[in-house]
């Protein structure tokens, strides 16, 4: 029974963060987000979370919300809000001229600003400033192989051991993520495989 009650929290608990979350816009699945939330929230190590590639809030939101609810740490959104090749551009885009201010509307609207300070720079303007560790860090800037084997080569360092480090859209047509997740995450004894969740792919660094 008591195993019963546990599964219909998680059930109930997901399907009411999928309606609070359902209006931002974003490319991220649902059953995506919930994996970011549980991580953020239970996930191993000790330090900061840090996301790279934040759009206006989606997966930012998902990922604070878990770490708020574990009283656990903020969450750090490093993304210039200038927009992604390949994508269409965006009503706000098209408005103010950057993603930041509906990103700040929107992390405001899901009650979670408190819990989220971005950093509109650049993945690596951003890092040159960079001194914490990091538990937790999610990948899902640029999609060509060049940046984000930059975004992994320059943050990963940063990642503690036992921490996780999360790529999206694998295997979801970005043959440069593809690519970079299969060199420096499979082709590595430094990470091991946690857990696949669609186009979500999460790692754990097991060696410092």
């Known amino acids: ?11 109930s608990e997901f399907f009411d963060l999928t309606n609070r979350f359902h209006p931002l816009e974003g ?14 929230s239970e996930g191993p190590g000790q330090g900061e979370i840090v996301e790279i590639g934040s759009y206006l809030g989606k997966s930012t939101c998902w990922i604070a919300d878990g770490s708020k609810k574990a009283g656990r740490e903020k969450v750090t959104a490093v993304d210039h809000f200038q927009g992604a090749p390949g994508l269409p ?6 408005r103010d001229g950057s993603l930041l201010p509906q990103f700040l509307l929107n992390i405001k609207n899901a009650g979670l600003d408190d819990y989220i300070q971005p950093i509109p ?9 960079w001194t914490k560790p ?62 696949t969740v669609n186009s979500l792919k999460i790692a754990q660094k097991v060696k410092a």
Not at 89 to 94: D, F, G, K, L, V
Not at 148 to 169: E, K, N, R, Y
Request: charged share 20%; proline share 2%; hydrophobic share 45%.
């Open 1 to 11: 029974m008591q195993l019963f009650l546990s599964k219909l929290k998680i059930i």
């Open 27 to 40: 490319f991220l699945f649902p059953v995506e987000g919930y994996t970011l939330w549980f991580f953020a």
């Open 89 to 94: 551009e965006s009503e706000a885009m098209q």
């Open 121 to 129: 720079k650049s993945s690596e303007e951003a890092v040159k400033d």
């Open 134 to 195: 990091i538990r937790m860090l999610f990948i899902d800037g640029n999609h060509s192989y060049e940046h984000c084997a930059q975004d992994f080569t320059l943050w990963s360092p940063f990642v503690v051991q036992s921490g996780i480090v999360a790529f999206h859209d694998v295997s979801a047509g970005y043959r440069g993520v593809d690519r970079v997740y299969k060199e420096m995450i499979v082709g590595s004894t430094n990470y091991r495989e946690l857990i």
